[in-house]
């Protein structure tokens, strides 16, 4: 068979895939290139781009029942000739749609996300649907091997977010959750939320400023979730009841909130040197420019997070115990001062009512 005769032949071939593609091209035909590991592409920069796909990735995922072009939908020819186009998922996720995706709100509000906004402005880094979920192993959820399960979120976040990742890795919440297995410590999405995650700037985040609070205290203040661990629950109460707490719920943003003291991404126990709450890095925890310029050792020395109606408050106990008395002796005296001011004047009136009657008499 001569050159032009096999050309001829393979593009009949082609031809007749090309009309059949009308519809969905067979995963085989997809195959006969891409089930090659040898098949690669090399971008303008240099960078090698290898395009072997392996089926058993997509029959393990969420996905198996899906042929190539159900997500590949702009390759409608093969050999398909313009490079294709970023998948978009929201072609079968979305309400109501007939393909059986999951039918539910919760991802939809991505797109009022900082992410989202920012694929609008045309902003190439920021992530779309696959970013996170993966590409041909997209898992549930509760599948440890998912990208967004708990403890993978760190990373998956972590890969655009490197700075974020670096300091959550070493914190507490970080440790406990990779190293240690405690689920109830936050992956990224606990404190900033899943699809929803919005800039700390926008007053509707969970990360901003006035909100911070309630976003620790979700978990600090439950016995059932970091009690079990021996840490103090009192914090968020000791905390809304400081000046700064009572500030914060006045809508106060520049009071100090739990991650002005305690660092954000970085947070360790106060006994451990590198916590920004370790008592000699205090001075220079409170000290900051535009809170307590100036701020000594001396600042140091009182604690922070006082219970008053506890012993262990130290002199804080005993100046509120000092204070109850005082006011409750106050009052008290004041009680018995107008008890017996209206037992004189009751006499009084007696004995000027009988001293008129013995008169008319
Ligand atoms: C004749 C071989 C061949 C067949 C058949 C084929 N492809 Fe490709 N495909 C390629 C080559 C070569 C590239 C790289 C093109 C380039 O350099 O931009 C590619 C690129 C792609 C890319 C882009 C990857 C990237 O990031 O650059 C996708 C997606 C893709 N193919 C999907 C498919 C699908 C889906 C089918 C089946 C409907 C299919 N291909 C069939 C050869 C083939
Ligand atoms: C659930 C949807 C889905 C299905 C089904 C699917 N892909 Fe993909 N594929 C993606 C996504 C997402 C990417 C990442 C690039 C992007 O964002 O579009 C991708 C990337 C690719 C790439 C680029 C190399 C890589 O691995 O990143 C090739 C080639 C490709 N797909 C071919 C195929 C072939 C062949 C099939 C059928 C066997 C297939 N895809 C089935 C979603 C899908
Ligand atoms: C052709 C339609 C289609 C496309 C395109 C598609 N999906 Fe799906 N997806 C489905 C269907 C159908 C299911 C339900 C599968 C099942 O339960 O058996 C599903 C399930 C899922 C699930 C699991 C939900 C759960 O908890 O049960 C996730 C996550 C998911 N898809 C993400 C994606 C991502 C990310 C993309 C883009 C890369 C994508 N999907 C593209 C149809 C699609
Ligand atoms: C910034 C990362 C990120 C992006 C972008 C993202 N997701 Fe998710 N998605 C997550 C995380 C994290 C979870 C896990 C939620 C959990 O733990 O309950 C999740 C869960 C899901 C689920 C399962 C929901 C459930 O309750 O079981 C579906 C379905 C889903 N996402 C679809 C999508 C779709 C479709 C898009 C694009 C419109 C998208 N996601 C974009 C991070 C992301
Ligand atoms: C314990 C709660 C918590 C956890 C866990 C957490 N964050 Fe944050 N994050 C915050 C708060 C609060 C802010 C706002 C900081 C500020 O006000 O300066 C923030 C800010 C950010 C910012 C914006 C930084 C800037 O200055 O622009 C990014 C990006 C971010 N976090 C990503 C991540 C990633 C990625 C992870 C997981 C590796 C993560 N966060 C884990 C609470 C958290
Ligand atoms: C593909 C890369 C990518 C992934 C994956 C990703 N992000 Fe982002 N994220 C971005 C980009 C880009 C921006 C916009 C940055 C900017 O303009 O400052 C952004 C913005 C943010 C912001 C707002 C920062 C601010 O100014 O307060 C937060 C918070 C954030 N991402 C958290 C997350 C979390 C949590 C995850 C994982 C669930 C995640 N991101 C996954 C790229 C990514
Ligand atoms: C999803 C739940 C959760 C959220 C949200 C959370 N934490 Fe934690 N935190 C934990 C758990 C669980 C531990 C215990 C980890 C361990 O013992 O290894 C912990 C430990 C700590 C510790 C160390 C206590 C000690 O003495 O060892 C500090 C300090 C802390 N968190 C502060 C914060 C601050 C500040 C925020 C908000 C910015 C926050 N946490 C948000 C669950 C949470
Ligand atoms: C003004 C600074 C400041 C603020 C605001 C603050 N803390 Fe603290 N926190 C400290 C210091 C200092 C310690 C070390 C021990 C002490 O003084 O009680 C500490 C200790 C802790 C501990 C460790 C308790 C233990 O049992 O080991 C936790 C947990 C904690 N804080 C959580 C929080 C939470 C949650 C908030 C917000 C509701 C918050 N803190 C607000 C300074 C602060």
């Not at 090399?42 to 969420?62: E, M, P, R, W």
């Not at 991802?107 to 906004?117: F, R």
């Not at 009841?241 to 991404?265: D, P, Q």
């Amino acid at each position: 068979m001569c050159k032009k005769q096999l050309i001829a032949l393979l593009s009949g071939i082609f031809l007749c895939v090309s009309v059949k593609a009308q519809a969905t091209i067979a995963v085989e035909k997809c195959m006969i290139c891409h089930g090659k590991p040898e098949l690669k592409r090399v971008d303008a920069a240099g960078k090698v781009h290898y395009l072997f796909v392996n089926l058993k990735v997509l029959k393990a995922s969420v996905h198996a029942k899906k042929v190539c072009t159900d997500c590949h939908a702009d390759v409608t020819v093969i050999p398909h000739t313009q490079k294709p186009k970023r998948v978009n998922c929201q072609r079968c996720h979305y309400k109501g749609n007939p393909q059986g995706a999951p039918q539910i709100d919760k991802y939809m509000e991505y797109e009022k996300s900082v992410h989202a906004q920012e694929v609008r402005k045309g902003n190439p880094k920021a992530p779309v649907c696959q970013d996170c979920h993966g590409n041909h192993d997209v898992r549930k959820t509760k599948d440890p091997l998912s990208h967004v399960f708990k403890n993978n979120v760190p990373e998956t976040c972590g890969r655009c977010h490197m700075e974020e990742y670096a300091q959550y890795r070493h914190s507490i919440h970080g440790t406990a959750l990779l190293d240690k297995g405690i689920m109830d410590a936050p992956s990224c999405t606990d404190c900033h939320g899943e699809h929803l995650i919005l800039r700390h700037t926008n007053p509707q985040s969970p990360t901003y400023a006035t909100r911070i609070v309630k976003t620790c205290a979700h978990c600090h203040e439950a016995v059932n979730i970091v009690g079990k661990y021996g840490i103090n629950v009192e914090q968020v109460e000791t905390y809304e009841r400081s000046f700064h707490g009572i500030a914060v719920k006045f809508g106060e943003k520049t009071v100090a909130n739990c991650a002005s003291c305690h660092g954000v991404h970085n947070i360790l126990p106060p006994e451990d040197p590198h916590s920004t709450v370790y008592i000699k890095n205090i001075p220079k925890t409170c000290g900051k420019p535009n809170c307590h310029p100036g701020a000594n050792i001396n600042f140091a020395r009182g604690k922070i997070h006082v219970n008053p109606e506890k012993k262990s408050a130290g002199i804080i106990y005993w100046i509120a115990l000092f204070f109850k008395i005082l006011t409750a002796s106050v009052l008290l005296g004041l009680i018995i001062h107008i008890a017996m001011d209206l037992y004189r004047r009751t006499q009084e009136y007696q004995q000027k009512k009988k001293e008129f009657k013995e008169m008319e008499e």
